[in-house]
């Protein structure tokens, strides 16, 4: 057990160990400094010269939020037609996968374009090599690439002094594409498939079993999809069961790779707000904020599952025994809530064990992971999503101490508050409104048979696919019958609105933060890198996510937990 | 004035906001405040489900009895919150109507030509609240000035106890500094015309009154953006306990509308929502108790924020003016001639410095010569000019007196020889360097020695300065004294900068400077030169005694006249802020209690494994609600006295002011509600 516990802290350490150069570095790209990748110039320069952009076109919020907007209509529109057209594709089907229906192809072109890969499918029986590849794939690389050149405007605005320029997303965007994402994902594709992660275009195999049967196995270019569906927290498998199948994920080795892969970019970007700001320890108390939140949230869920299940000892059968449902044994039970608080955190949403089978408590983790959707969160949207929560911190402690509040020496005033406090509610009303929805019909309609678990876990089920939708994770508690057009397009919305609007509200905020003049730091101004406003930070990020959602959380797995 | 109202509030206050806070329940009042027009609603409701409930039984609508109780307690609630409201209003408009007294109707005497006011012996008597902005209205001795003005004719003393509480009687004259008077106050002697500066109904005072009433109060910036917030957790919370009733009835537990409602009023952040206004209209209160008319309430939050204080040298950081302190004679045998001369030279300035150069001279010497005396017989006295820098005296047997800057008598000094000039100069330079100022005296265009004259800083003022400088405020002294005065003035008293030399462009450049660099500027100001830069500081104090053009351009008005007022502004304007800020933690850090207590009662009957989470052990389901719901309400009450007094403020610098706000009002608020349920549910649990 003592292994297993070095083994998640090991991952922690050197994810966060590799994200400060990675910060440093990401810094260089987006303000331009010469860095290595400089060999990519001639590319980028002849993509921009297709397209007719030039990337070094001042934009405001408003130019650079129709830009980011626009491009990603386009990535829908085709990744939507592709999907509902896979049936003609003249290559890369082997398997003759036929065409979508309509409900599913909006689902999963609005999962993919969102950056949250909630799969009402299963990859290897319905998605084309094609598909996978210039479809999937490349929308986990472009969706990625969206969230990052956002979070590098917001970098700018907050540095800005009295300029509306927040720089050009088309910029940073490609570039964070040619210089971070691609770089990261060869590298660790490359040390997949040495490893074991699968790579070919054969189709079905058929291979003889131990016991002289024989299987039909899926095959296909897994390895590339696997590292930027971890880097990119993405999280969308290549196979149904994502990275808990040995073909994504095969060894200890693998997993703490992808594991690292899906900290890594997150981590990055709050070490690389500070050096953007070059204010490294403001960066250095939001980091310790999230890890504070984060370690907590590992150490409950590992303890939970290497407890094991009361129900079972109770049963007098296995006694002592971790957890190890729905989990793999090669993993154990600590690397699998190591995994799982990571992926939920981040809004990557792959997984390496069922999250349905994990302990109430464990599963509860998961959920409020996704509540808050800031611990490190999904790359360029997590640290957006702090950034409201940071808002709210300042405006209550700024009065605290007597002065009106301000970040980084911008004035927060009514204008600011409304759009940071609708943002930080939205995320509540999407998840609590559309699980009232579907409970609601589910009471009323005792035949529809969405639900495989009754009562609270059966709840669960539903208000984690609710909550996956709108943080754009895209795991699932799966046992839910989550592929009716009600779910399809219920979900399908939910990412849409859970997306872009919490990118559109803090681009604005800092839009109008940006040609704020800049207040001055005296002794009576709030220390930002202070314990004390540690304190309020984490008080309200736990009061927005927890407070909101405590009954429903007690309905669900403190219900399941209580009654076992 | 009654400035040192101890008591918070006395009976006839009470009657008068109870009274208040019924009326205030109307619907079109309330929604202004959206927090509490949420539980006005959440009380309807449950009026309704009370009126049902006694006709038909389910699940739902629950018990009778029960309904009843919390249907009182929800409606108790928006009234208790309406109380906190009123109180502060009745207090401030108590606090108004002393001062209103002062401008009862009195009998006004309009001239009738407004043409010719030096003709103003023919003028009509009507009712002070008939005069309008420009009538000239004439004012004789014993008579009450019937609003306030400008003096265009005339000057006069004029009694302004009644305002200022200041009980010696001042000067007030036309086309000086020193031209307006103040509806209320009494002339004592001569004549005076004065033109109507306001409209009836819009002086300051009439728009201060405003401020701490109900019907103009206007919404602060920042207050706008808390209620913002507020109401955004509010409709958090809507939809929490809305989309509850679906989830219970997945899970088999049932839920009764008393229930939902009790929860989602007690979620809400009902303490600050109900407590909001009254700690801005206290903060008013404060103000005016402080002898401040502020124009708008932006002005006083704006103060907390104020960055550089531009305060002036005299009056501010010593007191009134330089002082004699010593007489250094060039030839030390001939010092008691010296001081003799510096004495007569003295007589005839009226000065605060010459009359203290008298004094310091009859105690240093024996002289006891005065104006009467037969050596100054047929004496002519000549007095200063900005021309010669000198003044003095002629005597009648020849002798010539010159007194004034050193390097005017220095040139008149013809006689002097070169050594004694230099021995000026070195003297003058000591009294410099040490922060006083030289003035040379001269016989006969001989040069006799300097007297020095110092600024008294006033006791205590440096502890205040010091105490600004930990709110993070920056000082800066203003004076007209030269560099080498101010800066050892500047240096002992222990502001952070000085402008010397000042002109009133001088103040004005260095708050656009400032003001350049983001801060704000507070500044002080009396004369028509002030206006300017009054208008320019992001906070302007008009002194009262000011011209009419000083008060319209600073955005407060300081009846007492007192400069030292502008450090009271700033921590005001802070403890406003604060108040605010620590009502808000409390309040929301109550919801972890209330959700022990709440949610384990909802859901117990059908889960008895939820009664773990029932960790304050409350006697039933019933009782949990119930408490929470009193506690919820008669917190209210509880911090009307913090949200009327405010919350102290304490220059210890930002971080620990945070980390001890956030020890009292963020954990006390977590854990005082827990205390406080457990109490009620115990006294709950007696009664049924």
Redesign the interface.
């Known amino acids: 057990m003592n292994t297993e516990i070095l083994g998640i802290i090991l991952i922690f350490l050197l994810s966060a160990l590799l994200a400060w150069p990675l910060g440093k570095y990401m810094v260089k790209v987006f303000k331009g400094d010469k860095v290595w990748t400089d060999f990519m110039n001639p590319f980028e320069k002849l993509v921009f010269k297709l397209t007719g952009i030039n990337p070094n076109k001042e934009m405001d919020w408003k130019q650079n939020l129709k830009a980011m907007l626009g491009l990603n209509a386009v990535f829908f529109t085709v990744a939507i037609a592709f999907l509902m057209l896979q049936g003609y594709h003249p290559f890369w089907n082997p398997n003759d996968f036929s065409n979508w229906d309509p409900t599913l192809a909006f689902n999963t072109a609005v999962s993919f374009t969102t950056n949250t890969n909630l799969q009402h499918y299963s990859g290897e029986t319905g998605a084309s090599y094609f598909t996978q590849l210039l479809v999937f794939c490349w929308l986990q690389f472009v969706s990625a690439a969206t969230g990052i050149a956002v979070c590098a405007l917001l970098f700018k605005g907050l540095l800005n002094k009295e300029s509306s320029n927040l720089g050009n997303f088309f910029n940073l965007f490609l570039k964070t594409c040619t210089r971070i994402l691609l770089p990261l994902a060869i590298i660790l594709s490359l040390a997949l498939t040495f490893n074991g992660t699968v790579s070919n275009f054969d189709g079905l195999q058929e291979v003889t079993t131990l016991e002289g049967d024989t299987q039909m196995v899926a095959g296909g270019p897994a390895a590339p999809m696997v590292s930027i569906k971890q880097l990119g927290t993405n999280g969308g498998g290549f196979f149904g069961p994502n990275s808990t199948h040995p073909f994504e994920n095969p060894n200890y080795f693998t997993n703490i790779l992808e594991n690292i892969a899906i900290l890594l970019i997150p981590m990055a970007l709050v070490f690389a707000f500070g050096f953007y700001i070059k204010r490294r320890r403001i960066a250095m108390l939001f980091f310790g904020v999230m890890s504070l939140l984060f370690v907590s949230f590992v150490a409950i869920s590992a303890y939970q599952e290497i407890q094991g299940n009361p129900a079972i000892h109770q049963l007098g059968i296995a006694d002592a025994q971790p957890n190890l449902e729905g989990k793999e044994v090669r993993f154990g039970p600590a690397a699998s809530s190591m995994w799982g608080v990571s992926t939920t955190s981040t809004s990557n949403g792959s997984v390496n064990s069922m999250h349905d089978s994990h302990t109430a408590i464990s599963g509860g983790i998961f959920l409020l992971d996704m509540f808050i959707n800031a611990i490190y969160g999904g790359v360029g949207v997590g640290f957006i999503n702090f950034f409201v929560f940071v808002i709210?911190a300042v405006?209550?402690?700024?009065?605290?101490?007597?002065?009106?509040p301000d970040f980084l020496?911008k004035k927060?005033?009514?204008k600011?508050?409304?759009i940071a406090?609708?943002v930080?509610?939205l995320h509540?009303?999407l998840i609590?409104?559309c699980?009232?929805?579907a409970?609601?019909i589910?009471?009323n309609n005792s035949e529809i048979g969405w639900l495989n678990n009754p009562?609270?876990h059966?709840?669960s089920e539903m208000l984690y696919e609710n909550s996956s939708a709108a943080a754009n994770n895209g795991s699932g508690f799966e046992g839910l019958g989550d592929n009716t057009p009600f779910w399809n397009i219920m979900n399908g919305l939910t990412m849409l609105l859970g997306r872009f609007l919490p990118i559109i509200g803090p681009l604005a905020i800092v839009g109008s933060l940006a040609v704020k003049?800049?207040?001055?730091v005296?002794?009576?101004?709030?220390?930002l890198d202070?314990?004390?406003?540690g304190?309020?930070l984490i008080?309200v990020i736990l009061?927005?996510a927890a407070?909101?959602?405590?009954?429903?959380l007690?309905?669900g797995p403190?219900?399941e937990?209580?009654?076992l | 004035m009654d400035t040192n109202n101890k008591k918070l509030f006395s009976g006839a206050l009470l009657s008068v906001a109870l009274k208040e806070s019924v009326i205030k329940l109307n619907p079109k009042v309330m929604i202004k405040n959206p927090v509490m027009f949420s539980v006005e609603i959440g009380s309807v409701i449950m009026l309704v489900v009370t009126i049902l409930s006694a006709f038909m039984k389910n699940d739902s609508l629950g018990d009778f009895g029960y309904n009843v109780v919390i249907s009182f307690i929800l409606i108790l609630t928006v009234i208790f919150a309406n109380f906190a409201e009123a109180i502060a209003e009745a207090r401030g408009k108590a606090q108004a109507d002393t001062l209103r007294k002062t401008r009862k109707d009195t009998i006004a005497k309009k001239l009738q030509d407004i043409k010719n006011p030096i003709d103003n012996s023919r003028f009509t008597e009507i009712s002070s609240s008939e005069l309008k902005k420009g009538d000239l209205y004439v004012c004789e001795p014993g008579d009450i000035i019937p609003a306030d003005g400008k003096i265009v004719e005339g000057l006069a003393s004029i009694d302004e106890a009644a305002i200022t509480g200041e009980s010696a009687p001042v000067i007030r004259e036309a086309e000086t500094d020193k031209d307006s008077v103040i509806g209320g106050t009494k002339v004592l002697s001569d004549k005076i015309v004065v033109e109507v500066t306001a409209n009836p109904g819009s002086s300051f005072l009439d728009k201060m009154i405003g401020l701490v009433e109900g019907a103009n109060r206007q919404k602060t910036?920042?207050e706008?953006?808390?209620t913002?917030?507020l109401?955004?957790?509010t409709?958090?919370?809507l939809?929490?306990t809305?989309?509850?009733?679906?989830?219970?009835?997945?899970?088999?537990?049932p839920i009764s509308i008393a229930a939902l409602i009790s929860?989602f009023v007690c979620?809400i952040p009902t303490t600050i929502g109900g407590l909001l206004s009254a700690i801005g209209i206290a903060g008013m209160d404060r103000a005016l108790r402080a002898n401040i008319i502020a124009k708008s309430g932006k002005a006083v939050?704006?103060a907390?924020?104020i960055?550089t204080l531009l305060l002036d040298k005299t009056g501010t950081i010593t007191i009134g003016n330089r002082e004699a302190t010593a007489f250094v004679a060039l030839d030390n045998d001939d010092k008691e001639e010296f001081i003799k001369y510096c004495l007569i030279s003295s007589l005839s300035d009226k000065t605060p410095e010459g009359k203290s150069i008298v004094k310091l001279a009859k105690e240093k010497s024996n002289a006891t010569i005065d104006k009467d005396h037969s050596s100054l017989k047929d004496a002519e006295f000549i007095s200063f000019s900005a021309e010669n820098r000198m003044s003095g005296v002629d005597l009648a047997d020849g002798k010539q007196i010159r007194k004034g800057a050193w390097d005017a008598i220095k040139k008149w000094g013809s006689q002097s020889s070169e050594s004694d000039k230099n021995f000026l100069e070195e003297k003058v330079n000591d009294i410099s360097n040490n922060g006083g100022t030289p003035l040379a005296l001269a016989i006969d265009h001989k040069i006799l020695g300097v007297i020095q004259l110092e600024d008294i800083i006033k006791p205590g003022i440096s502890e205040r300065f010091a105490r600004l400088?930990?709110?993070?405020?920056?000082t800066v002294m203003v004076t007209g004294d030269n560099p080498l005065t101010a800066k050892f003035i500047a240096k002992q008293a222990g502001v952070d900068d000085f402008i010397a030399e000042a002109k009133p462009e001088d103040k004005m450049q260095y708050i656009k400077d400032e003001q350049q660099?983001?801060?704000l500027v507070a500044m002080m100001g009396d004369g028509t030169n002030d206006a300017p830069g009054l208008a320019q500081a992001d906070v302007g104090v008009a002194m009262n005694s000011g011209t009419q053009a000083a008060k319209e351009a600073a955005n407060m008005v300081d009846l007492d006249s007192d400069p030292t007022k502008l450090i009271e502004v700033v921590e005001i304007?802070?403890?406003l802020?604060?108040t605010?800020?620590?009502v808000?933690?409390f309040s929301?850090?109550n919801?972890?209690a209330k959700?022990f207590a709440i949610?384990p009662a909802?859901?117990v009957v059908a889960?008895p494994?939820?009664e773990?989470?029932n960790i304050m052990n409350l006697g039933s389901p019933e009782s949990a609600i119930l408490s929470a719901v009193i506690f919820n309400a008669i917190i209210i009450p509880f911090l009307i006295p913090l949200a009327l007094k405010g919350v102290k403020?304490r220059p210890v610098?930002?971080?620990t002011?945070?980390?001890r706000?956030?020890l009292l009002?963020?954990l006390g608020g977590i854990i005082v509600p827990f205390i406080g349920i457990k109490a009620i549910d115990l006294l709950v649990n007696l009664f049924i």
């Open positions: 709210i405006f209550i402690a700024g009065q605290m101490i007597g002065r009106t020496g927060i005033e009514a600011e508050i409304k406090a609708l930080a509610i509540p009303f609590l409104v699980t009232g929805l409970s609601y589910v009471v009562s609270f059966g709840f003049k800049q207040v001055p005296t002794v009576g101004s709030l220390k202070s314990a004390a406003f304190a309020v008080s009061i927005i407070l909101a959602f405590f009954p429903a007690a309905l403190l219900a937990y209580f009654t | 910036p920042n706008v953006a808390l913002i917030l109401s955004s957790f409709l958090i919370f939809i929490v809305v989309t509850l009733q679906p989830f219970a009835s997945l899970a088999n537990t929860l979620l939050e704006t907390g924020d960055d400088r930990k709110m993070g405020v920056k660099l983001g801060k304007g802070k403890q802020l604060i605010r800020g620590n808000t933690t929301i850090a919801d972890v959700y949610v909802l859901f889960i494994g939820m773990a989470l403020y610098g930002a971080s002011l945070l980390t706000n956030l009002y963020g």
